[in-house]
């Protein structure tokens, strides 16, 4: 029988003005799978405009905290990990004062309690005008111009239910077109490379550096019959990216973002695309900046829940 592997959760609230920071911090602690982040105006947004369903979740009150949570193997490297993040937030506080609501908090996890977890709340959801996100336990009959992918997250980022997937599933829907190559990287689940793949792109590749996430990827892909036009690997950003792309979606934070700009420059074929979410609103500018000093020009901002997805174009 195959052993069930166990992560430490770590999760602390603060202040919206510092969920960048802390989850750049989780980040560079080696964080499994990303940063799973809880916003009380995510939560607000899907019950007043979506079909999604909350099992009757109160409002939240709050909504000026944030939770930002992280995961974590249970090995010989987690004290230093731990501790990583501990000299972390002191950092924070020195650079912008106090913003911990609380101490650290921790939580053992294995895969079934995840599992678990995510069936008590996530249901099958329509998402822009044609994508409909179904998870694996659930039945769906689509419409004839709905696009259903069917999903099972595991311990990997991505089931369409965030702000800012959501708003690279919309945008995705408006920008691929048939026969361009996409890079989708930070994958995740695999959602926006499939995504990509039902709208008409002629080839994707998919690249995360946790190995756990590119196994549910493969898994999710081969489970959709898409494995014939996306590849999924394990890679850092787009350091062994070979091949020039027409678009690159990336769904991470905006200092990883930032760091990727000039990557994603070469790698783009002239008039291509760069879609970038997962930027908190109070980091936009800095994202702008650093596009336009890299060669791109901004096109449009989405603006939802206290995120941003931001399309650039290569001009240069």
């Known amino acids: 029988m195959k052993q069930m592997d166990t992560w430490q959760q770590v999760s602390i609230s603060v202040t919206r003005e510092a969920v960048e ?19 009380p105006l995510l939560l607000k947004e899907l019950k007043e405009h979506t079909t999604w369903e909350l099992c009757d979740l109160p409002m939240p009150e709050e909504t000026e905290i944030v939770t930002v949570s992280a995961y974590y193997p249970e090995d010989e490297e987690l ?40 069936k008590q709340y996530f249901h099958t959801t ?7 996100i179904k998870p694996d336990w659930e039945s769906y009959t689509p419409t004839a111009e709905e696009k259903v992918i069917e999903l099972d997250p595991g311990m990997a ?11 690279c599933i919309e945008r995705l829907e408006e920008l691929v077109t048939p026969n361009i190559d996409v890079y989708d990287v930070g994958t995740g689940s695999g959602i926006l490379a499939m995504t990509a793949a039902l709208m008409g792109a002629r080839s994707i590749h998919a690249i995360d550096i946790d190995g756990k996430a590119v196994e549910v990827a493969k898994e999710n892909i081969a ?39 000039p990557d994603a420059f ?18 936009l500018c800095d994202v ?13 901002v989405k603006n939802r829940a ?11």
């Open 21 to 39: 920071a802390t989850a750049n911090l989780f980040c560079e602690a080696g964080a499994r799978n990303g940063v799973e982040i809880d916003d």
């Open 79 to 118: 004290s230093g990990r731990l501790s990583t993040i501990k000299e972390g937030l002191s950092e924070i506080e020195k650079r912008i004062g106090s913003f911990q609501v609380g101490q650290l908090r921790f939580r053992k996890v294995s895969e079934k309690d995840w599992a678990n977890e995510w």
């Open 126 to 132: 329509k998402i822009g005008s044609q994508i409909v």
């Open 157 to 167: 980022f991505g089931t369409g239910t965030h702000a800012t997937t959501r708003m």
């Open 223 to 261: 489970k959709n019959h898409l494995s014939n036009r996306i590849t999924v690997k394990k890679g850092n950003l787009l350091d062994d990216a070979d091949e020039k792309a027409d678009l690159i979606v990336a769904n991470i934070i905006a200092d990883i973002i930032i760091t990727l700009l």
């Open 266 to 283: 070469k790698k783009l074929r002239q008039g291509g695309l760069f879609l970038a979410s997962g930027v908190i609103k109070e980091r």
């Open 288 to 300: 702008e900046k650093a596009a336009r000093q890299h060669g791109f020009t901004v096109l449009d």
């Open 306 to 316: 206290g995120w941003t997805a931001i399309t650039m174009r290569k001009d240069a």
